[in-house]
């Protein structure tokens, strides 16, 4: 970050008039944000508010990785998205609202998922990472990349009501490198074990709070205004309203940098996570061959297994067994003909598939693919969505 | 009596319990406790070894208990005991 010949126009000098005028930031500090580069992994709920502040704060180049498009489903907490852009890819609309917010900044897209592949090329450009993405997978391999690469990872991380922040792989001015993601977490929870906040939910403004700080975290490591939180984890609980920061330490036993390190290149994230990509094949069935047992008038019992609160928002008739309490009321399954089970879109009732497959021995059970969705796509399109 | 505190994301097991009293001893002992209470919590703390998941963090006050005595790090009266999962925001996996 060679901030020292960065200059300002007149009218970037009245907009970033009141960091200047703060003593301890100054011009010096402003100058340092125009010349960092800033790579802004995941551009939702957290991406959201981290990159409208970073924008709005006068981060010179800002680099962001999505590949996801907006839905309306997201506009309850990605603040960055309108509904004039649903159906857009999320890195489009972000540039289009980013530089519609400051002109005096460069935005750079990437509309890609970020993978092995591809991250250390796109990641060594940028001197800041700030991770904001919604998958264990994920957040490995961007830990492993920055490591690598000896970049800070500004974390931010969601569920429901709790938020952590934390910066690791911070290096001070002593040259002491801090704690990263892997002496946090040695590895990921097994898949299914922690629900997704598709499945689990998330109050929308969380993510506006804890994005909010992660843009703050940035700027402090860019400018050096204040102490980072490195070696420290902030933990958020919005129902309490409780926080507390915790120390963390380097684990010497860290594959990636500890005492005997030995990983030295990107791996494989999906297989770490235990991600099955070869799962046993479960039968399935669209919407349309449904809907064409229920007016041909088959005989087959119908379960849901999402919440009640979802169920309350939309349904189609079927039994209720949330995937929590499949094993428990597996009594009220039929065994003598077709069942076919739905959740919002496929991922749930393929895993209480599997479930009673695997400790009942079912055997006539069929997954309705992409769930309750699907079905208002493709059958009544007059159904809710969510 | 020490407390407990249970994460959000970990409420839906113990009946949306946030925090329990439980004696003092070491953290193996207010975790076999809390999980005595919720068994239901077990495989969310607990690895196939007996040792803390690795994907669970567990602080005495501020402190990470690995960086203290792991399981066998002592729990004085009024000490708070927080439990900190990995948390990855949305999805289990990345789309494909």
């Known amino acids: 970050m060679d901030h020292e010949n960065i200059q300002f126009s007149k009218q970037e000098l009245s907009r970033y008039n009141r960091h200047i005028i703060i003593p301890e930031f100054g011009l010096s500090a402003q100058r340092k944000l125009k010349a960092a580069k800033v790579l802004v992994i995941g551009s939702g709920g957290l991406g959201s508010p981290s990159l409208l502040y970073m924008a709005a704060a006068g981060v010179g180049t800002i680099g962001i990785v999505d590949y996801d498009v907006v839905e309306d489903s997201n506009l309850h907490r990605q603040i960055l998205f309108g509904i004039e852009v649903v159906g857009l890819p999320k890195v489009e609309a972000a540039m289009h609202r980013l530089q519609n917010l400051n002109p005096h900044i460069i935005i750079k897209i990437y509309n890609t998922k970020l993978t092995s592949q591809n991250a250390m090329s796109i990641m060594k450009e940028y001197d800041v990472v700030a991770d904001g993405t919604d998958n264990f997978s994920t957040r490995y391999l961007v830990n492993d990349a920055c490591v690598l690469l000896g970049k800070p990872n500004v974390y931010a991380s969601i569920f429901q009501f709790d938020g952590q922040v934390t910066v690791f792989n911070y290096c001070n001015a002593l040259g002491e490198r801090g704690p990263n993601y892997r002496d946090l977490f040695s590895s990921p929870p097994p898949p299914g074990l922690v629900p997704s906040c598709a499945e689990g939910g998330v109050l929308g403004v969380l993510p506006g709070i804890i994005g909010s700080m992660q843009a703050l975290e940035v700027i402090k490591v860019i400018t050096g205004v204040g102490e980072p939180l490195s070696g420290r984890l902030f933990a958020f609980d919005a129902l309490t309203f409780e926080s507390k920061t915790f120390n963390i330490k380097r684990n010497p036993d860290n594959p990636l940098n500890g005492k005997n390190p030995t990983i030295n290149e990107l791996g494989d994230y999906d297989q770490f996570c235990n991600i099955q990509t070869d799962e046993k094949a479960i039968k399935e069935i669209t919407a349309k061959e449904l809907y064409e047992w229920q007016t041909r008038g088959d005989d087959f019992q119908l379960i849901d297994v999402r919440n009640l609160s979802e169920y309350e928002i939309v349904n189609i008739g079927a039994l209720l067994i949330p995937l929590s309490s499949i094993s428990t009321r597996a009594m009220e399954i039929s065994r003598d003909k077709k069942v076919v089970i739905h959740c919002k879109s496929g991922g749930r009732s393929a895993r209480a598939i599997r479930e009673l497959e695997e400790k009942f021995g079912f055997q006539n059970l069929y997954n309705l693919k992409g769930g309750i969705l699907a079905y208002a796509d493709e059958v009544e399109p007059e159904l809710a969505r969510y | ?96």
């Open chain 2, 1 to 96: 009596m020490a407390t407990i505190i249970i994460p959000t994301p970990l409420r839906r097991f113990t009946n949306n319990v946030a925090r329990m009293n439980v004696g003092a001893g070491n953290v193996s002992d207010a975790v076999l406790e809390l999980t005595s209470s919720f068994p239901e919590l077990k495989k969310h703390l607990i690895d196939t070894n007996g040792k803390i998941a690795p994907f669970i963090n567990i602080f005495v006050d501020n402190s990470d208990i690995r960086s203290l005595d792991r399981e066998q790090t002592q729990v004085k009266e009024n000490a708070v005991i927080f439990i900190i999962p990995a948390i990855a925001g949305g999805i289990t996996s990345p789309k494909k």
